[in-house]
């Protein structure tokens, strides 16, 4: 540790070291840049035209150029949203000269450049549901995956994390996604580069290995207009991450570090110990005393012994400005997280890299990015928070004696093992024996080259080549007197073996290499502006997994392990065609027409190619004359779209061969004396192809007092045709029952809104809010081949408690993934009858056709509100997010919260849901766990984070800018729900991960 | 006009070099490195095999991966899968023989007598068989003399690929036999429908049983002869044996009873050399593979090598809970879910003592744990509700235990010779010819006295033999290896009044059904793709 930052250090010198410059008998400007209400713009450039003299403005707006030779020079300065300013001014050897700028505001930031597929646009000419956040409006504090910089950011984007542990992901939902059995993640397309969502080995997130901190900013393709150019693995959304790059200047260096405590914010409502001795005396019959005779005399909650405070430390150091010609950004940081579940942590170091060099007069510009990144995680039996819900709150963590680590377990002397039968394990133990870890190596490097055509400069040859590799390798051990390995293999003699060692290894490889033309001219004499894109890329995913036997403790081979292929690869192919044209009339109309050829090799040669058109247009009412000079209306643009998608994530690489595949080396067959290891032919589907989407976008997007208040309104109706759903093929048709195949339709109709206001825009007090709301109704309208079918649908959502069961259905006519739940019957005191459902169908009995569909995972709405607001120096703000009408199925109360449960049917006595005092529930009836009784709403309204922030402006001698901030993540949450928490991805609360809350203490330093 | 030129010659050059990329790329076959075609796998003896063990493990193991991992079957949960676990359940669940206390899906109505055409399990137990029926007929496809002069193999390789397609054919009429049973009119395909082709037809029960028995017949002379071919492997013993259980219940199956063939088909079995082994403590043991001289057909498990959580491991896993002893029963731990009725017991005699694993009986077939259970069932999810059952344990005949804690090595007879004796035993009574009445009693007699311990304290005589006694008599032998709602329909028990259970039809002291639940509702998911099958009546 302490090396690494000695390192780090000598990088930070060696930069400020080659920033030197010489000085020599010449004359300096300096001065201020203001803003029209006289604000400094801390970072804004000044340039002296026709030189590669330029300087950057320091926290103040101070900025100072030196060493400038005798002579009349134009002064340019420039601020990002600010309109270019230029003064001519006099220099004489030795003479210091005072120049002020003061830029007026661009109107909004129509300017803004947005980065689109295979381009760029100005903000004013887009036509589709493009949203973008750039790094000003990221979540704040400890963030440590990308994709929570912009949760709750943009209207239409759902990002909902997956629990709480260190490096855990996220599931992002665009528009509420387009799939039912397919993948729903939208593509990621880093700088050009689309990366799988593939989880490799040993990595908890596909998006893990890129530092927050890197990130310029993300663009979202939310509408088959804009994301159709992605073809057919656009269906779900885009988006598109931007790096930061190297600016020119003087090198510019910052710093950063936080340091973070985290803890759980409640604990999953079990019996305390006193209760549970209470519970259980009152209610054990039998006369043995069965579960009487378990109890003990400690006090445990076993919940806190799992947790502890987590804390993270996150450091990050970058260098940019101008080595010669060539503009640089390197970057590195280190992020280092202990989770709140003992024993989780991870470590990232991460490092980047970016050249911009133009050569040619500018001709020829180059952009080189290396990203690498480093991720060492500790992962927990997945086990752990499950026992420690069930454990026996009246026995203590460890047994006082050396057996099984020390670690107090459930004892029956008459097994092998000397543990008794079907007894959880002590989850400490668990936590503490087991060591589950990964390195996870990423590098993600991309070089684009842009040549503007010397005899032909409207036209321009791009070609890009990408590579994204990762190395993922990891093992588990568990050594052999830990009770949850014990005596699992026994060999020819009669030895028992404990223990268990696994090392395994996958490595992913996509490349890109793609060529395109771009011609962009405005014909001035016809009012028109007209921009093409046309282009081919191919892109090549392999994924290779290294399968190892493992070992019992001591390094004893387990001779039922030996896989039959050491190394298995699993890659496919995408060869693509695109177009774009761009057409814009009187700086009013603009239409947008793009297509897209892809061919993919996971379907059979004669079903490949796909053609995904769309089609936009634009009006810009606000440079219409009787709106030009409207002192309210600022801006308003309608906008109309169409387009199609296509999805073929989610599916197998080779599904349309029927391969024959060996049987593994515990499931071979006895013919004779030998064991066979057999051959299955595998099920196939032929005809299988990509599932597609077409997307109808109607929006107006308006700004209004010069675009103080901006926002978007867009409605949307998409339909999924094809879908990729799992399908039931007739019985003696295939090598299988269930295929994915493409069978039936979706749709999803929605409404976002997007508000954006500036309410004080003083030079001491700025105070500014985001307010935006999603509504989506998702549908499937067909799922059988025959119109008529009476099929009840697809179950899905397999839950705990029983063997087999589901909670969810696909269904016509109803959401995806809807509750498919029995209807409890109660009693006159409130409470549910154990076991009694209503007798929907009315024939007598309650079996699966009494089951009913009903709510939903999904929310009908949700919000996001963030707000900020500065006052001199000090900055304060927070996001919120809200969902409404999400449903979810308790999990832990209906698997836990039964008398049978906690007095079960193997004898052992077992904390549970203290929801069992309330509802009194038995639990004996096989279909308790389906009912309705445990189907709660999770709407909730959570603060993400609140952050308060200081300026300590120039604190080395009217140099550098140093700020400090205090964040606090995950503030609170308002919710009905009775469980730990509301959110989820599945709408099932299974004792996940929890989500802790955060408290930061940052400090920003640049130089 | 250089210029333009210029410009032409630079677009066309990228758009050439693009071409001659794409076209490498568009239309590339990519194969798995770790799979191999049909053609390479039907290329050799060793992958006809190969190929012929699938189509045998498809019975045994629920997929690619032991215990779990790459299953056969979607729609269920993968451990639940195999073909003996559902096979018991769809047969020993709806019984006076068994309650299992598990709240998987759809398993409770089993003892409600309440499924319905959703139930995962009869869902299950239907497509494993149509499963197994699939391989068979792509086995055959693949074996026909023209496949295998193609492929160059000859001599005694092709006799034994012969050999192996006999036995598909009769694994196949196995599976058709269950089907019959359990849900009458199934769907129909063999060899000479093409995969992938057009939903099948439906084939009507009566039907279904004239192709089971001419396809039977017609393999007869294909088959090894009756107890010389390798273990595991069917021969003409497994063929007769199933043709008598087949016979035994035309009636059923047909509306016109067939006992004269019921006694001809046992009779060849029992005439063919097979022999009851000396005891019957022995039967259901780790190394019952050495029980080659009753064991006609075995499914065959093994705790290191053929893994999965159905079959023996569920029979001795779930049968063991409350204060039975894990390591008799050769595993670490008991799922604590099946036990007995009371009806099942009070067919034997009555205890004397404790002492296991016969329980002190004189009958030492009655292997129950009574130790911490109750006789009677209150509640059919308390484990200790119930008597509990060790017939089946994972330890070998000389005390040891088998090879794995979790996985069992107990071979599952599908056919063994007492069946045939009780098959001729019924059939004589019911009236068939050919057979004599003295010879079934002696068959009776021989059971009984190994059941005695080779005492002849529990011999019957021929006022004692009658179809009733049968009945409890296949009880007392057979409980818990999957004949019990097949007999009880057989003798009109299953769902009427005139016979009760606990709990039979979802109420304490039984009640009776009605009588469509005879037969087993078609899956709902195969009907809504099927447009050929028809629902069974009641459903």
């Known amino acids: ?180 059995n397919g993948s729903n993640d939208p593509l990621i397309v880093i700088d050009g580069m689309p990366v799988s969502n ?24 939310k509408d088959a207009s804009a994301a159709a150019i992605y073809g057919n693995r656009a269906s779900n959304g885009v988006i598109i991450i931007t790096t930061k790059k190297g600016r020119s200047g003087k090198p510019q260096i910052t710093f950063s570090t936080q340091l973070s405590a985290s803890n759980i914010t409640k604990e999953a409502p079990v019996l305390s110990a006193a209760q549970f001795r209470d519970y259980v005396n009152a209610n054990d019959n039998t006369t043995a005393g069965t579960y009487k005779s378990q109890l003990g005399t400690a006090n445990t909650d076993w919940q806190k012994e799992i947790y502890q405070t987590g804390i993270t430390t996150d450091d990050n150091i970058s260098v940019s400005g101008s080595a010669g010609i060539v503009p640089y950004r390197i970057s590195a940081g280190y992020t280092d997280q202990t989770g709140v579940v003992k024993t989780s942590a991870m470590r990232r170091f991460t490092g980047d890299v970016n050249l911009s060099p133009s050569f040619f007069t500018d001709h020829l510009k180059i952009n080189f990015n290396f990203k690498g990144a480093e991720v060492a995680q500790r992962f927990t039996d997945g086990n752990v928070i499950d026992y420690a819900v069930s454990f026996n709150p009246t026995d203590p963590v460890y047994s006082g004696n050396s057996k099984y680590g020390g670690f107090f377990e459930l004892l029956d002397p008459t097994t092998t093992t000397g543990i008794k039968s079907s007894a959880i394990l002590n989850p400490v133990g668990l936590l503490e024996d087991e060591n589950s870890h990964s390195n996870v190596y990423r590098t993600i490097s991309s070089l684009a080259l842009d040549y503007k055509v010397h005899f032909f400069p409207d036209l321009h040859v791009n070609v890009n080549v990408g590579f994204d590799g990762s190395n993922g390798m990891g093992s588990k051990t568990v050594p052999d007197y830990a009770a949850s390995n014990l005596d699992t293999y026994k060999d020819a003699n009669g030895v028992l073996y404990s223990g268990y060692y696994n090392a395994y290894k996958e490595t992913y490889d996509n490349r890109l290499f793609e060529g395109f033309l771009s011609y962009s001219k405005n014909f001035k004499s016809i009012k028109s502006q007209i921009d093409a894109v046309a282009g081919y890329s191919t892109q090549d995913y392999k994924t290779t997994n290294h399968a190892n036997p493992s070992y019992f403790a001591n390094d004893v081979l387990n001779p039922t392990s030996i896989p039959n292929f050491p190394i298995s690869i699993n890659e496919y192919l995408l060869t693509s065609f695109y177009g774009r044209v761009n057409y814009i009339y009187d700086d009013k109309y603009i239409l947008t027409g793009t297509l897209r050829n892809d061919y993919s090799t996971k379907f059979a040669p004669a079903d490949r190619s796909g053609f995904f058109p769309s089609g936009a247009f634009a009006w810009r009412i606000n440079q219409e004359d009787f709106l030009k000079n409207n002192p309210v209306i600022s801006t308003l643009k309608l906008r109309l779209e169409y387009g199609v998608t296509g999805n073929q994530d989610g599916i197998g690489n080779y599904d349309y061969l029927s391969d024959y595949s060996l049987s593994n080396s515990t499931a071979r067959y006895q013919i004779g004396n030998v064991f066979l290891n057999t051959y299955r032919p595998g099920a196939y589907y032929p005809g299988r192809t990509w599932e597609t989407t077409a997307t109808t976008n109607a929006a107006i997007d308006f700004g209004f007092f010069n675009d103080r208040v901006t926002g978007s309104a867009d409605f949307y109706y998409k339909k999924t045709r094809n879908l990729l759903a799992l399908i039931s093929q007739p019985a003696l048709t295939n090598f299988g029952n269930q295929i994915t195949g493409n069978i039936g339709n979706m749709t999803n109709k929605g409404v976002e809104l997007n508000l954006n206001g ?123 997010r809200a969902s ?86 995950n503030v609170f949450i308002i919710t009905n729900y009775t469980g730990v928490d509301p959110e989820t991805s599945s709408g099932i609360d299974n004792n996940s991960y929890p989500r802790p809350r955060t408290y930061v203490l940052g400090l920003n330093l640049s130089l | 006009m250089k210029n333009i030129l210029l410009k032409i010659a630079l677009t066309a050059g990228f ?257 063919a050399g097979y022999s009851l082994i000396s005891n019957y403590d022995n039967l259901m043991l780790a190394d019952n593979n050495l029980n080659t001289s009753e064991n006609i057909l075995t499914i065959n498990y093994d705790g290191n090598q053929t893994q999965n959580y159905g079959g023996t491991t569920f029979l001795v896993h779930s049968a063991v809970g409350g204060s039975m002893p894990v390591t008799d029963f050769g595993i670490s731990s008991g799922w604590a879910g099946t036990r007995v009725t009371s009806n099942l017991v009070s067919l034997f005699p009555a205890n004397v003592n404790t002492s296991f694993p016969e329980n002190g009986n004189p009958d030492t077939r009655a292997e129950f744990w009574t130790s911490g259970q109750n006789l009677a069932i209150n509640t059919i999810t308390t484990f200790t509700d119930g008597y509990a059952v060790n017939k089946f344990r994972n330890v070998t005949s000389t005390g040891a235990q088998g090879e794995n804690l979790n996985y069992e090595d107990i071979d599952m007879p599908i056919f063994r010779l007492p069946e045939m004796y ?91 059904a009605p009588s469509y639940r005879n037969i087993y509702p078609l899956p709902a998911a195969d009907l809504n793709v099927n447009p050929n099958l028809k629902q069974n009546p009641g459903y």
């Open chain 2, 15 to 271: 758009l050439s070099f693009i071409t001659m990329m794409e076209s490498c790329n568009k239309n590339k076959i990519l194969l798995p490195n770790t799979e191999t075609t049909s053609a390479q796998v039907y290329s050799t003896p060793a992958g006809y095999l190969q190929a012929i063990g699938k189509v045998y493990s498809a019975y045994a193991l629920t997929g690619n991966d032991g215990p779990t991992g790459s299953p056969d079957i979607g729609g269920i949960d993968e451990g639940t899968s195999d073909f003996f676990r559902l096979f018991w359940c769809a047969e020993e669940l709806p019984t006076d023989e068994a309650v299992v206390g598990f709240k998987d899906a759809g398993l409770p109505d089993f003892h409600t007598m309440s499924w319905s055409s959703s139930n995962v399990f009869l869902e299950g137990i239907y497509y494993r068989s149509l499963y197994q029926i699939t391989l068979c007929n792509e086995f055959i496809r693949q074996s026909t003399d023209a496949e295998l002069s193609s492929r160059g193999i000859t001599g005694t390789d092709a006799t034994n690929v012969r050999y192996y397609a006999a036995e598909a054919r009769f694994l196949r009429a196995y599976q058709y036999w269950v089907l019959m049973d359990l849900f009458a009119n199934p769907p129909f395909a063999t060899e000479n429908d093409a995969l992938g082709g057009a939903p099948p037809k439906q084939i009507s029960r009566a039907a279904l049983y004239a192709y089971i028995v001419s396809e039977l017949k017609a393999i007869d002379g294909s088959m090894v002869a009756a107890g010389k071919n390798e273990y595991g492997r069917a021969d003409q013993g497994a063929a007769w044996a199933l043709q008598a259980r087949v016979y035994l219940n035309a009636q059923v199956y047909t509306g016109t009873a067939d006992y004269t063939d019921a006694i001809t088909y046992s009779q060849k079995v029992i005439n």
């Open chain 1, 884 to 969: 409404l009408g999400n449903y979810v199925y308790n999990n832990v109360a209906s698997v836990t919260g039964t008398e049978d449960h906690i007095l079960n049917s193997v004898g052992i006595a077992s904390n549970g849901s203290s929801s069992v005092l309330k509802s009194g529930m038995i639990g004996s009836n096989g279909n308790d766990v389906l009912s309705d009784y445990w189907l709660e709403n999770g709407s909730f309204l959570r603060m993400d984070n609140a952050h308060l922030g200081y300026n300590f402006g120039k604190p080395f001698k009217g140099a550098g800018d140093l700020r400090v901030s205090a964040n606090v993540e």
């Open chain 1, 758 to 880: 500036v309410i004080i825009d003083k030079k001491d007090i700025n105070w500014t809010a985001n307010f935006n709301v999603t509504f989506n109704q998702n549908k499937i309208t067909n799922l059988t081949a025959d119109p008529n079918s009476t099929s009840s649908g697809l179950q899905t959502g397999s839950i705990s408690g029983g063997t087999g069961n589901y909670i969810q259905i696909n269904s016509v006519g109803y959401p995806r993934n809807a509750f498919y739940v029995y209807q409890q019957v109660y009693g006159a005191n409130g409470k549910p009858v154990d076991g009694l459902f209503v007798d929907r169908n009315s024939d007598g009995i309650i079996n699966q056709n009494d089951l009913y569909i009903t709510k939903s995972p999904d929310p009908k709405q949700y919000f996001g509100f963030s707000s900020d607001f500065r006052y001199k120096k000090w900055m304060i703000g927070f996001v919120t």
């Open chain 1, 198 to 221: 593939d989880i490799i080995a040993g990595s908890a997130n596909p998006l893990d290995m890129i530092n927050p901190n890197d990130v310029e900013s993300f663009t979202i393709l």
């Open chain 2, 422 to 512: 009780l098959i001729y035993a019924e059939a004589v009574l019911r009236g068939g010819t050919g057979g004599d009445i003295n010879t079934a009693l002696g068959y009776i007699n021989t059971m009984r006295t190994r059941a005695y311990k080779g005492s002849t304290a529990g011999n019957i005589t021929l006022t004692d033999l009658t179809t009733d006694f049968v009945l409890d008599e296949r009880a007392r032998e057979l409980y818990w290896e999957g004949f019990r709602r097949t007999d009880l329909i057989r003798y009109s028990r299953f769902t009427d009044g005139s016979y009760l259970w606990p709990f039979k039809g979802g109420v304490k002291t039984g009640t009776s």
């Open chain 1, 1 to 180: 540790m302490r090396n690494y930052y000695l390192k780090r250090y000598l990088l930070f010198f060696s930069f400020l070291l080659l920033s030197c410059a010489a000085f020599a008998q010449t004359g300096t400007i300096s001065g201020k840049i203001l803003d029209d209400k006289r604000a400094e713009l801390p970072g804004s450039t000044v340039k002296i035209a026709g030189t590669q003299q330029s300087t950057a403005a320091d926290a103040n707006g101070n900025y100072k150029l030196t060493g400038i030779l005798p002579g009349v020079y134009t002064v340019v300065a420039q601020f990002v949203g600010y309109i270019p300013q230029q003064k001519q001014i006099t220099v004489k050897a030795g003479v210091a000269v005072s120049l002020e700028f003061l830029l007026q505001p661009q109107s909004e930031s129509l300017n803004e450049v947005v980065v689109i597929g295979y381009g760029s646009t100005k903000r004013k000419d887009v036509t589709g549901a493009i949203s973008t956040v750039t790094s000003k409006d990221f979540q704040q504090g400890m963030v440590t995956t990308p994709e929570q910089l912009i949760a709750g950011k943009v209207a239409g984007v759902s990002i909902i994390s997956n629990g709480g542990a260190p490096g855990a992901g996220s599931t992002i939902r665009i528009r509420g996604g387009a799939s039912i």
